[in-house]
């Protein structure tokens, strides 16, 4: 019988070099690491927002941040993957998980993250608390902010040493990769909340139950979406903007920053379609090799469909739509909630396993459907074609009660931490 040291050693040894092997490192967008204070006031109070480039929910809750506590606070941020990982270890692993998000490798990464991750932390945990430790003594802030899965023991640690107030925003209904790591040991003498959407997260509220948080200090905030999308127009402005027909059954593919080559399939797929009133705005967003494939499809006479690369107008366009399909990833999930667009989830080939939670909760709720194999997937449009049932899927978004998150994170910040 194999040891489980050489596994766990061979594990370490293979992720590193998945990790420094690939050849290009995906970067939605940067956030400024200086610190950044309003205009024209005598603000001293500093806020340090950890978030990282794996997935674009991190960049997305992080920017959010930025728009709420930046007329109040002087806010600076820390790549916790390029200005702590790779200066600690010279790897980049938010890389490899966007490699292979991209290419939907969903058993990998789920293994990755269940597995592989709490190993490397247990084994590199003494040099990324040095790295992290010094950006945070560099910086002085009065609170720090985590966007972040898997290192939060790391952040509750240091901060705990220099008894700053730390608020974790989780992003996921299923908090497993959030909590590794952390124990009621570590909790004690931490001024620590949490803050998510409790009411859609009945997991996630008993996962940080389980190891000793408190409710006080569980905050529900709800999620933070972009402010585009609360200013988002309505339908047929959105639609007028955009010079689609009222006619039209829009329906919007989107599969994060990256994209997939899912998309390519599932162009293919609306090939067997015969809804002449069928319009689909397909977004690739940063991937061109996704984008021009697809313009290369042929749609069946009187479907229409428009091939979109990165976009600014996200919001606009889940207004006009009638449909959305896409990974049932919480960013996007949620933006279609607050904007009460009914959903098509892809799992036809599973999905990460924190995303899991987000997929049934949509299913459970009537919200949307599940994809599990692409041959349903006309037939799934077809349901939400039928005027009935459509208008039964909007009215089950009226079930869900939809937090500001803006006013609930500063009421946290005020009130509760006294800043």
């Known amino acids: ?6 596994v766990k050693i061979s594990l370490l040894i293979l992720t590193f070099i998945s990790c420094a092997s690939l050849p290009k490192r995906i970067i939605y967008k940067d956030l400024p690491a200086e610190v950044v204070c309003p205009t024209g006031t005598n603000v001293n109070k500093k806020i340090v927002i950890l978030y990282n ?10 920017k959010s941040l930025a728009h709420i506590l930046g007329p109040e606070y002087c806010v600076s941020f820390i790549d916790f993957s390029a200005d702590i990982i790779a200066k600690a270890w010279r790897i980049y692993p938010d890389k490899l998980y ?23 932390l247990k084994f590199s945990n003494w040099r990324t608390i040095r790295f992290l430790r010094e950006e945070i003594s560099k910086k002085k802030p009065d609170l720090v902010i985590s966007t972040i899965p898997f290192i939060n023991s790391m952040v509750i640690n240091v901060a705990k040493e220099k008894a700053i107030p730390v608020v974790v925003v989780g992003l996921d209904q299923d908090l497993t990769n959030w909590l590794q790591g952390v124990d009621a040991s570590l909790l004690k003498g931490a001024n620590i909340k949490f803050t998510l959407d409790t009411t859609s997260s009945p997991i996630g509220v008993e996962q940080l139950a389980q190891i000793g948080i408190s409710s006080e200090n569980i905050i529900n905030t709800g999620f933070p979406i972009r402010r585009s999308f609360r200013e988002a127009p309505p339908k047929d402005l959105a639609r007028k903007k ?13 599969f994060g920053g990256s994209a997939s080559n899912f ?13 002449k009133q069928l319009h689909i705005l397909l977004v690739a967003g940063g ?42 990833g919480s960013l996007s999930v949620y933006e279609a909630i607050h904007l009460k667009l009914p959903m098509i ?53 009226n079930k869900i009660a939809i937090k500001n998150f803006d006013t609930e994170f500063m009421n946290l910040i005020k009130n509760h931490l006294l800043l």
Do not use: W
């Open 98 to 120: 966007n490699a292979k998000l991209k290419q939907r490798k969903f058993s990998r990464l789920n293994f990755m993250s269940r597995n592989t991750m709490p190993l490397l």
């Open 242 to 254: 955009m010079q689609i027909g009222d006619d039209k059954f829009v329906v919007l593919v989107m």
């Open 263 to 275: 998309m390519i399939s599932l162009a293919k797929e609306f090939k067997q379609n015969n809804n």
């Open 1 to 6: 019988m194999l040891s489980k040291k050489p």
């Open 345 to 397: 989830l892809d799992l036809t080939k599973g999905a990460m396993t924190h995303e899991l939670a987000t997929a049934n909760f949509i299913k459970d709720m009537g919200l949307g459907l599940l994809l599990k194999d692409i041959v349903q997937l006309n037939s799934l449009i077809d349901i939400f074609s039928t005027e009935e049932t459509y208008e039964n899927y909007k009215k089950n978004f």
């Open 287 to 328: 991937n061109e090799e996704i984008k021009e494939k697809l313009k290369n499809y042929v749609f069946p006479k009187g479907v229409t469909a428009e091939i979109f690369g990165f976009v600014e107008n996200i919001a606009e366009m889940m207004s006009a739509s009638d449909l959305f399909i896409g990974k049932p």
């Open 53 to 62: 480039n794996s997935g674009s929910a991190h960049v997305s809750a992080s």
